[in-house]
């Protein structure tokens, strides 16, 4: 196959040209280093199927050639750079989507959209099924990424039911691992960089909100069996184990050896106080669930840190 994946610098996007290229197919990638990191990409710089094209997929995009398929993983996706980039973050969902879709339809390739559990919203049903049509704010700090991404899906669906598009849709949980920038502000790298620089690790709240916390090897197995086998229905694809903040942040003192303490602060506005997946689909259509426990993880994960840390000098986020 020959593919196209957006945002391939971010993190899963990287990991996502890792796969492709290792089963053998080619892969053109597409990024603007928006939030995107050259350095995810480097040992793929030269190899004979990889291609690599610096652009805004929210702008006219042209790709020359065959195509089987289109992937569309460019978006800020942490709360820090989604805030600090709210009018590109809605343009990549809305605009972006709709470019990435014209050129799926111009090449009759698969379209696969990178969508996100934040669709839900704060949830009132728990666990969250694909079913669930969510509780968002759509006016709210959150709401850039959040009705981004709900829009992006319902523009999918409309290519898939109008022009008869082959697609898919993956609704991603939290998910960690290497490659994830240690400024980024999500919460696994934020308590990982702290603790390793031996800073108190800040929870918002009093911690009691829950994540499950996919590592990133078991999220692109999911991903590329979803790309290969699924169908049309979005699909969610996270670890269903499920753990407090606090939980997170008393593990990650405890695999580093901090003598770090943890200090609480003011629950950001919309911030979601449960996020668990139901995962049924996943395991029915595709055979897959996750391996790696999150203990196994996150003590990849700080070995990832060490080595980012002993090279250069990253701020360390409050």
């Not at 989507?97 to 839900?120: D, I, M, P, Q, W």
């Not at 049509?133 to 523009?155: H, L, Q, S, T």
């Not at 003598?259 to 395991?283: F, G």
């Amino acid at each position: 196959m020959r593919v196209l994946i957006t945002g391939a610098a971010g993190f899963l996007g990287s990991h996502l040209c890792d796969r492709f290229i290792a089963d053998g197919h080619s892969v053109i990638g597409l990024d603007n280093f928006l939030t995107g990191n050259p350095e995810n990409i480097a040992h793929l710089v030269g190899h004979e199927r990889f291609e690599f094209v610096r652009h805004n997929i929210s702008t006219y995009t042209y790709v020359a050639g065959a195509l089987d398929g289109v992937l569309h993983f460019a978006s800020p996706a942490s709360p820090v750079d989604y805030l600090e980039y709210p009018i590109a973050t809605l343009k990549v969902g809305a605009l972006g989507t709709h470019n990435a879709l014209g050129l799926a339809l111009a090449k009759n390739a698969r379209f696969f959209l990178a969508s996100t559990s934040e669709v839900y919203g704060d949830p009132l049903e728990h666990p969250q099924t694909e079913a669930y049509w969510g509780n968002v704010n759509p006016i709210g700090p959150r709401g850039v990424y959040d009705e981004a991404k709900r829009f992006a899906e319902a523009m999918t669906m409309a290519y898939h039911r109008y022009h008869g598009t082959d697609t898919r849709i993956v609704r991603i949980f939290n998910t960690y691992g290497p490659r994830m920038r240690p400024n980024d502000g999500r919460v696994v790298s934020n308590f990982i960089v702290q603790a390793l620089s031996d800073q108190p690790l800040t929870i918002y709240g009093d911690g009691s909100q829950t994540r499950s916390f996919c590592y990133v090897a078991d999220e692109i197995e999911g991903i590329y069996r979803l790309f290969m086998r699924g169908d049309n229905n979005p699909t969610n694809i996270g670890n269903p184990n499920e753990f407090t903040v606090r939980q997170l942040a008393e593990l990650v003192i405890e695999l580093t050896g901090t003598s770090a303490t943890i200090v609480e602060r003011e629950l950001p506005e919309d911030d979601p106080k449960v996020r668990q997946p139901d995962i049924s689909r996943a395991r029915e259509m595709l055979g897959w669930e996750p391996t790696v426990s999150l203990r196994e993880g996150v003590t990849r994960t700080i070995e990832y840190f060490r080595s980012i840390l002993a090279r250069e000098a990253v701020p360390v986020r409050a």
